[in-house]
């Protein structure tokens, strides 16, 4: 930083200089990060015996990611983590957008305390709750089912929050209008308001789809099959089990595992990063 | 629409979401209250109500203690390195800097990934003898070092993890903050001849003051929440040295099954939360984000 501190806003000579020295240190900076992902891609896609040997002349070869693939029901686990992703958005979005346009529209008793509600599970997160919430699984007897995965987290503060701020956005004089038009409040919740909130919705559906993706502590605790487990619990049973640890197929299950999401991001790049500020903005 | 079909169609709206709400999150959160204060249930000895007996065993327990220091000083080295790294990041990406698309790409990549895929790498980056840490210090004649496997360095080791994994998250929202900045407060400052520095002291650091909060609040908010990578690298160890708070309720409650006991150290987890709660209600709050 005192580096920076001799810096002009105008350009110089000197500022010139400082400029150059700050560009060098942010791509040091952006190698570091990419450093051990770029470190597991070697491993993955080498043999085992080059796998801390970097070398030009090693051999590219697919075979681990067919051994990882073949060493654990994979294909599986991909269609469990799927299907929760799927079922999680899905009664996120109803569940969500019901709730928001309430808090957003309508008077009624009880308005505050119920945000209040709401807004607590924002700090009291389902995360943390898993010792209870593994006892009502199993009281409601769905224990190792994806739904049970999922449950806890489909009423979400955070979405009912994002998208009550983007309903009051909307003017009012649109309401009116459907009102007048004879629309019913959820038709006009329907014909107005959800599709004024796609960019909300966007936004949402990325920053969920990456959590539930990822998640791991509470669908590790409550799924024991593989009929259930996510790719992230199937990923550390996988690993952790004696595979005789060979970094090589542990690396490439690693990729395998965050391939989809991994590439999905490569390709919308803009709109992750721009969904995951949208909803980081109050 | 009259005003009481006015209330119940609003309430019937919210009903499904409150419903779930309370389900699984305001019963959990009293209902582990009420546990804590019981006995878990074994086989012939169903859970008895034991009064504060829990609480006093978990003052008792060196391992909680040892977990609630951890996870203060895994707070301690993660949240203000991440969130300088972070506006740093941003500042970068943000200026005229070559190549700052893939930058961008670089710094923020770890952040999609799970926790529990990128620890299984850094597992093996930091393997004594093999991974690419010893291979590059061995190279500069240092001697081989068992990083996760000591005491001294288990823990450090888990906050480079996190402060990689988060920084390029919080990155974002200053990068967010910072383009909403009208850049002819730096034409303005750069007439008046203001250095770079002083105009970022003065003037940038100031006006992302709420960014500043809110990527804080987040920050600490997963300091406690984040234990994926303790499950990965060390299981808690070596000797406790990694156990921090929600990995020790795990253990406690999914590996020794005393689900009261787990339920007493939950309500602590819960208080420090409920702080955080607070000092954003006393922080945030005033500036009328909600509205």
């Known amino acids: ?72 029901p994979f294909a599986r686990y991909f269609v469990n983590t799927v299907t929760l992703v799927t079922m999680v958005l899905a009664a996120q979005l109803v569940l969500v ?53 999922g449950l806890p987290y489909m009423a979400s503060a955070f979405g009912i929050f994002l998208l009550r701020q ?20 959820l038709q006009t919740l329907w014909k107005v308001y959800v599709p004024l909130a796609r960019p909300t919705y966007l936004a949402y559906a990325l920053v969920s789809v990456s959590y539930h993706w990822n998640n791991f502590l509470w669908p590790l605790i409550i799924t024991n099959s593989v009929e259930s487990r996510p790719v992230t619990v199937g990923l550390q049973v996988f690993s952790s089990t004696d595979q005789g640890i060979d970094w090589s197929i542990i690396s490439a299950a690693t990729l395998l595992s965050t391939g989809p999401l991994l590439v999905a991001f490569l390709l919308f790049q803009r709109q992750f990063v721009q969904s995951f500020m949208r909803a980081g903005i109050r | 629409m009259t005003r009481t079909r006015e209330w119940i169609y609003a309430w019937l709206l919210l009903l499904p979401a409150m419903s779930l709400l309370a389900l699984f999150t305001h019963y959990p959160a009293i209902a582990n209250l009420w546990h804590s204060f019981h006995s878990t249930a074994r086989a012939n000895h169903p859970s008895v109500f034991v009064g504060l007996d829990n609480y006093r065993s978990m003052v008792e327990d060196p391992i909680f203690w040892q977990a609630l220091k951890n996870n203060l000083w895994y707070a301690v080295g993660t949240i203000p390195l991440s969130i300088a790294l972070a506006l740093l990041m941003a500042i970068w990406v943000n200026n005229r800097i070559p190549g700052r698309g893939i930058l961008r790409l670089a710094y923020f990549t770890p952040t999609i990934l799970p926790m529990i895929a990128v620890a299984n790498i850094w597992l093996f980056f930091y393997t004594p003898q093999y991974g690419l840490l010893e291979q590059f210090l061995g190279s500069l004649g240092f001697a081989s070092h068992n990083w996760l496997g000591t005491r001294s360095t288990a823990l450090p080791a888990l906050m480079v993890v996190a402060i990689w994994k988060e920084a390029g998250f919080f990155m974002i929202f200053y990068l967010a903050a910072l383009q909403s900045i009208s850049p002819q407060l730096a034409e303005a400052a750069a007439i008046e001849g203001a250095s770079r520095a002083y105009f970022f002291r ?24 984040m234990v994926d990578h303790v499950v990965v690298m060390t299981r808690g160890g070596p000797d406790n040295a990694t156990e921090l708070l929600l990995y020790y ?17 939950t309500m602590v987890l819960l208080a420090i939360l409920a702080v955080v709660a607070l000092l954003q209600f006393a922080f945030l709050e005033r500036r009328t984000h909600y509205q």
């Not at chain 1, 309508?106 to 010792?131: E, H, K, S, T, Y």
């Not at chain 1, 009051?168 to 409040?185: H, I, M, Q, W, Y």
């Not at chain 2, 253990?251 to 009261?260: A, K, L, M, N």
Request: overall charge positive; hydrophobic content about 55%.
């Open chain 2, 202 to 225: 003065r003037v940038t650091f100031p006006l992302l003051m709420p960014t500043t909060l809110f990527v804080l609040i987040n920050a600490v908010i997963n300091a406690f929440r």
């Open chain 1, 1 to 72: 930083m005192t580096a920076r501190t001799a810096a002009r806003v105008g350009p110089g000579a000197r500022g010139v200089g400082l400029r150059s020295l700050e560009t060098a240190a942010a791509w040091l900076l952006g190698i570091l990060w990419v450093l051990p992902l770029l470190y597991a891609f070697w491993t993955a896609f080498h043999p085992s015996e080059y796998s801390t040997n970097f070398t030009l002349a090693a051999p590219w070869t697919l075979a681990n990611f067919v051994k990882a693939w073949h060493a654990a």
């Open chain 1, 97 to 149: 957008t019901l709730a928001a346009y309430a808090f957003a529209r309508f008077d009624f008793p009880g308005r505050n305390l119920a945000f209040a509600l709401v807004l607590m599970q924002l700090m009291v997160m389902p995360d943390v709750l898993i010792v209870e919430n593994y006892r009502t699984m199993t009281a409601l007897g769905i224990k190792d089912t994806i739904l049970s995965i």
């Open chain 1, 166 to 185: 983007t309903f009051k956005t909307v003017p009012r004089e649109l309401d009116e209008a459907a009102r007048v038009e004879g629309c019913s409040p």
């Open chain 2, 249 to 265: 309720i795990y253990e406690v409650g999914f590996r020794f099954w005393d689900s009261s006991y787990a339920a007493a150290l």
